[in-house]
Structures are given as C-alpha cells and as structure tokens.
C-alpha cells in the first residue's frame, strides 16, 4: 500500500479494500485532524468529524475523479464541508444554505501554484503565514468566520451589520493578498 | 475568444468561487466565464487563493485511539454471534498497548457517540473506572440494536472486557419519551429465558445510556432485547418490545 498513489488507494477503497483506507487514513489523518480541531477547538467534535470524513471515504459513490484536481484538496473540501455541517447543526436556530457534501473546487492547475507537489506543507504554511501578515484585521476576521466557521456571506453581512457587497469586495481583495504575496513568496 | 475590458463581475465571481451563489447566478457566472477570458483568469486566482487556505494550519498531535475508533465504526464486528462464548478471536478489537486510561478511552468512545454527559451515573462509573486501570480495556463485541416497529430508533451495545470484568455499555437513540412511571429497560436473552440488565430514561433528544456489569455465572447470552415497561421494577418483560438484535 506504501507506494500506491492516493489516486490508486482511492480507486481500491471505491472496491471496499480496507487495507486502502488505512493508508490513507495514516497519510492524511494529521491534517484532518488538524482541520477539524482548527475548525471547532474542540477534541470531541474534532473526533465526530474525522469519523465522518473516512466513513465518507468509504461509502462515497461518485469518488475521487483525479481530472478535478488533487486528491488532498477533495479530502479537505469533504472535511470542511462536514466540518461546517457540523457546526450548523449547532446553530440550528439560524436559516443555512444546504450544502452539498461533495461539492469541490478544482485548485488550478499551474505547477507553481500547487501546494502538495512542489513545497511541502510546512514551507506553504510558513508562506501563508507570511502572506497573511498583510491583511487586516477586519479580513482575518472575515476569513475566520467564512471559511472555518463556514457563515455564509449573507449572514456575515447581518451580523456586522454591513452590506453585502462590502462583504463580496472584502473577501476579493483578501483573496487577491493572499494570492499575490504567495506568488511573490514562491517566486523568491 | 472574446474579452470584456470592463467587467464589473469582480464581487460576483467571489461568491462564485467559494460556492456562495444561488443556481441562477452560478449558470449565469458559468456562462460569461465561457466567453471572458479576464474574469476565466480571476476565477483561476481567487479558486487558489481560497484553496490555500487550509495549509494555514498548525499540526495537532493526533490523539492515539483515535484510528481503532474510526476503523471500528466503519468495520463493525460481524453480527451478533450465537454466544458469546466465541469472544476469544474477537480480541484483535483491542484497546491493549494504549496508557492505563485505556478502559476509560474506550468507554468515551461511548459517551463520544452519546454525546450525552448528563447522565450522572455513567460519570460516576467512569470514575470508578479510571481509578482502577492497571489492565487495558478491550471491546469484545458490538451489538446493533435495530427498531422493533416502524421508527427511526437504533442503538449499539458495547461490550468491554478489562481484566476479569466485563461490562456492557448500551447507547441508544431515537427513542420516545417516557410518561410517568414508565422505563426502558434492557433484557439479555438466553434460551428464550430473560434476565434485566437494568433500566433507563432518554433525554429530550430520545437518547439513552445504559452500563451493565456482567458477572461471570450470567454468560452467556445469545440476544438483547429492550422494551418500554409501565414501571422500572419488573423482573420479565411486561410492555412492548422497541428494540432487538
Ligand atoms: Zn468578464
């Protein structure tokens, strides 16, 4: 299983090889996790949602399709996308958008740009990290509520009281730093 | 392919991009990507700077049980064998090799799935637990506990093995509450023959707990029953049956 790709993995958990989703769950269980505490600080929830993202894994019908992009990027849209089910499931007494569960972005496919193959996780972090120190408190905050909290844009409008399209072209110019500082520190 | 020099789209494409849009705006934003290769770019920028986001994260140390409780759920034991005397070659469920809290972890794997910690008995058994840990806990068996009438009720048993003590843990959901004097209370079934292992309310979710110690001259038992009783003192069951192996 060692030297299997995550697509091939995939391809065996998708044919119900348990010995598959093991290794995966060795190779990706520290970001995962990792994720889900970021996303709820809390060990118990952490723990509900890694649970859901392989029982996920297992039973998913439609799979991985490598044409969309990387498998890690499909993992964590599955993540987030249960990690935030989850916290909307405490937040009943507000209105939410249903999501669906598999629902991904393809990540671009510019090598330069592409976190898993060309650095690895740490130096990306420390990029990011670094990247972030340009942003301002109103757009960490942003960032915060949007993509670990999982509010959607409409209700961090209301709850700042600020109009929508403030919120929109906030998130823009955010995405737009981020962007820019990470390519300028990859460039380097 | 045809640009539009000043597209006024940049908010739009945002929402877009992180799939906060309803269908009408995601065909119409589908449709002018098709034909402006500007805002086809934009799209491409914001989609990886938001996918880059998640590599933010500070490593968390993994807590170590934590796999055997995935694995576990995902891979019950096979169904409910004849006895339970066939415990011995289910011991590769084992919580062994992990601290002295290890009978503790696994009962909160319980309490996990529960997420009811009101239940003040169960606390003060894992209490008492804790505090006499030399041996590792092993889950023996898990039992899923199907709805007798048409409901959405379920539940599992657990059965843990620690040192000579065995003990069985219910968690059960989707049950109705109860009215007055009335109890569900849960009956291991043998031959036919039923002895209670105790009884217990829900909460206001229909959720219930339940610990049983077993004792040795009570193996072993081939079924679990759990029924709805007018009262919490009977010794055979008297009311209808919710929910069975
Ligand atoms: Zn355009």
Same mark, same amino acid.
């Given at each position: ?6 697509t091939e993995l995939m ?88 999501i669906e569960p598999e ?69 823009h110019q955010t995405l ?13 | ?82 006895? @339970? ?5 289910? !011991? #590769?469920? %084992? ?9 503790? +972890?696994? *009962? ?77 209370? @849960? ?5 036919? !023959? #039923?002895? %209670? ?9 229909? +959720?219930? *707990? ?36």
């Amino acid at each position: 299983m060692r030297n299997k790709s995550d697509t091939e993995l995939m391809q065996l958990v998708m044919e119900k090889n348990r010995p598959a989703l093991e290794e995966l769950y060795d190779r990706y269980i520290k970001l995962v996790y990792s994720f889900a505490i970021k996303s709820t600080k809390d060990e118990q929830k952490a723990r509900v949602i890694v649970q859901a993202v392989f029982t996920r894994l297992w039973t998913t019908e439609k799979g991985y399709d490598p044409e969309r992009g990387q498998f890690v990027n499909w993992l964590l849209t599955i993540t987030r996308n249960m990690a935030i089910d989850h916290l909307r499931a405490e937040k009943r007494n507000h209105s939410f958008v249903p999501i669906e569960p598999e629902r991904w972005d393809q990540i671009a496919d510019h090598p330069e740009n592409n976190p898993a193959n060309v650095v690895s996780r740490k130096l990306l972090r420390e990029q990011i990290e670094k990247a972030y120190r340009y942003l301002s408190r109103s757009q960490v905050e942003l960032i915060q509520s949007l993509y670990w909290e999982g509010y959607s844009l409409s209700e961090i409008a209301q709850m700042r009281e600020e109009p929508i399209g403030t919120i929109k072209s906030r998130l823009h110019q955010t995405l737009k730093i981020l962007r820019n500082h990470l390519v300028l520190e990859m460039e380097e | 392919m045809g640009t539009y020099g000043n597209c006024s789209l940049s908010n739009e494409l945002v929402a877009y991009v992180i799939g906060d849009t309803t269908e009408e705006e995601k065909h119409f934003i589908e449709k002018h990507l098709l034909r402006c290769s500007i805002c086809h770019r934009e799209v491409n920028e914001l989609r990886e700077a938001w996918n880059m986001i998640p590599y933010d994260l500070e490593e968390t140390e993994v807590p170590v049980d934590l796999k055997e409780e995935v694995m576990l759920a995902i891979f019950p034991p096979e169904e409910v064998p004849k006895s @339970v005397r066939k415990w011995t070659w289910l !011991k #590769r469920f %084992s919580f062994s090799g992990l601290s002295p809290h290890g009978w503790v +972890t696994a *009962i909160l794997i319980v309490a996990l799935v529960a997420s009811v910690w009101n239940n003040l008995i169960v606390r003060q058994q894992l209490v008492a637990l804790e505090s006499k840990s030399e041996h590792p806990a092993q889950i023996l068996q898990v039992y899923s506990l199907k709805s007798a009438n048409p409901g959405s009720a379920n539940g599992n048993v657990w059965l843990f093995e620690k040192g000579n003590a065995k003990k069985l843990v219910f968690h059960l959901q989707g049950l109705e509450a109860t009215k007055g004097s009335e109890a569900y209370q @849960v009956w291991l079934i043998q031959e036919g !023959k #039923r002895r %209670s292992a105790g009884v217990f309310l829900v909460d206001q979710n229909g +959720t219930g *707990i339940l610990t049983y110690d077993m004792k040795e001259e009570q193996l072993p038992f081939d079924a679990i029953g759990i029924t709805l009783e007018p009262d919490s003192e009977g010794t055979q069951p008297r009311g209808k049956k919710v929910l069975g192996t």
